[in-house]
């Protein structure tokens, strides 16, 4: 930690440190965040967590280092109680940790391979995002950084398939299938569980963003697209599902600009 603020240790790229990320600014909790190169952080994951883990994000925070992003949202939800993202009405609670356990197994993975996938088939577009990514200055070395970008993807979540990517792809709508009846089930209205933002929400939200894109997501709003995936994006856009997660970024996601509670080393 620095100077006693929480340190999270994640991948710019993430959705599943974007999840976190929202948490500490939703709680306004200051804090230090810290991007090692995606690929060397899985040997510093594993020293950090003593072999616990080799993913991230990761929160270190009062003397612990805490893995995975469920753990590390009810230890922050322990800390940092106000403003909630757990619904006190027990019932409410148990279905928002359900579908908070749904996206993250249902849809995180898929929603990470897909554009990886589409981007493995466009080498060019491929190392101007991952450039982008990666810290300091290697980021200007964008045929070195495209390659590895290419090669470890490919090889940490098998990106090349296009099975997989198939499979994902179904995955996806099934995800979106499902975040439209739980809308539909709590009134049609804002969230999906309860009258209040939760971690249902912030779940879903921060795991479709990579599908998405929405404006107030991680990726630079000049982030090329590839083809394939913008196709894919045009052929869901206006189900409700998908302008939810849009409308939810832009009401409840809050730019770093607006909340300077983070600093980065």
Same mark, same amino acid.
């Given at each position: 930690?620095?100077?006693?603020?929480? +340190?999270?240790?994640?991948? @710019?790229?993430?959705?599943?440190?974007?999840?976190?990320?929202?948490?500490? @600014?939703?709680?306004?909790? !200051?804090?230090?965040?810290?991007?090692?190169?995606?690929?060397?952080?899985?040997?510093?994951?594993?020293? =950090?967590?003593?072999? &616990?883990?080799? +993913? /991230? !994000?990761? /929160?270190?925070?009062?003397?612990?280092?805490?893995?995975?992003?469920?753990?590390?949202?009810?230890?922050?939800?322990?800390?940092?109680?106000?403003?909630? =993202?757990?619904?006190?009405? !027990?019932?409410? #609670? *148990?279905?928002?940790?359900?579908? &908070?356990?749904?996206?993250?197994?249902?849809?995180?993975?898929?929603?990470?391979?897909?554009?990886?996938? &589409?981007?493995?088939?466009?080498?060019?577009?491929?190392?101007?995002?991952?450039?982008?990514?990666?810290?300091?200055?290697?980021?200007?070395?964008?045929?070195?950084?495209? =390659?590895?970008?290419?090669?470890? +993807?490919? /090889?940490?979540?098998?990106?090349?398939?296009?099975?997989?990517?198939?499979?994902?792809?179904?995955?996806?709508?099934?995800?979106? @299938? #499902?975040?439209?009846?739980? =809308?539909?089930?709590?009134?049609?209205? &804002?969230?999906?569980?309860?009258?209040?933002?939760?971690?249902?929400?912030?779940?879903?939200?921060?795991?479709?963003?990579?599908?998405?894109? !929405?404006?107030?997501?991680?990726?630079?709003?000049?982030?090329?697209?590839?083809?394939?995936?913008?196709?894919?994006?045009?052929?869901?856009?206006? #189900?409700?599902?998908?302008?939810?997660?849009?409308? +939810?970024?832009?009401?409840? *996601?809050?730019?770093?600009?607006?909340?300077?509670?983070?600093?980065?080393?």
């Amino acid at each position: 930690m620095s100077d006693g603020k929480p +340190t999270l240790i994640q991948l @710019d790229i993430s959705h599943y440190s974007e999840k976190i990320r929202w948490a500490l @600014d939703y709680k306004r909790v !200051p804090h230090v965040r810290r991007s090692p190169l995606p690929g060397s952080h899985m040997p510093i994951a594993f020293a =950090l967590t003593r072999g &616990e883990s080799v +993913t /991230l !994000p990761l /929160l270190r925070m009062d003397g612990r280092t805490i893995p995975d992003s469920t753990a590390i949202l009810a230890a922050l939800e322990q800390r940092y109680p106000d403003p909630p =993202l757990y619904p006190a009405d !027990p019932e409410q #609670r *148990r279905r928002a940790l359900e579908l &908070e356990d749904f996206f993250d197994e249902e849809l995180g993975p898929h929603a990470r391979l897909l554009p990886f996938h &589409e981007l493995s088939n466009e080498p060019a577009m491929f190392a101007a995002v991952a450039a982008a990514a990666v810290p300091g200055p290697l980021g200007k070395a964008k045929g070195m950084v495209g =390659l590895y970008a290419r090669a470890y +993807t490919g /090889l940490r979540f098998g990106v090349r398939s296009e099975e997989a990517a198939a499979l994902a792809r179904e995955k996806i709508v099934l995800a979106l @299938d #499902r975040l439209e009846a739980e =809308l539909d089930a709590n009134g049609g209205g &804002e969230f999906l569980v309860g009258d209040s933002f939760s971690v249902a929400d912030l779940t879903a939200a921060s795991l479709f963003y990579p599908v998405v894109g !929405p404006e107030e997501g991680p990726l630079p709003a000049d982030s090329p697209t590839p083809p394939r995936l913008e196709s894919f994006r045009a052929q869901i856009a206006q #189900r409700p599902g998908y302008v939810w997660v849009e409308e +939810t970024f832009r009401r409840h *996601r809050y730019p770093a600009a607006a909340r300077p509670v983070a600093t980065s080393n």
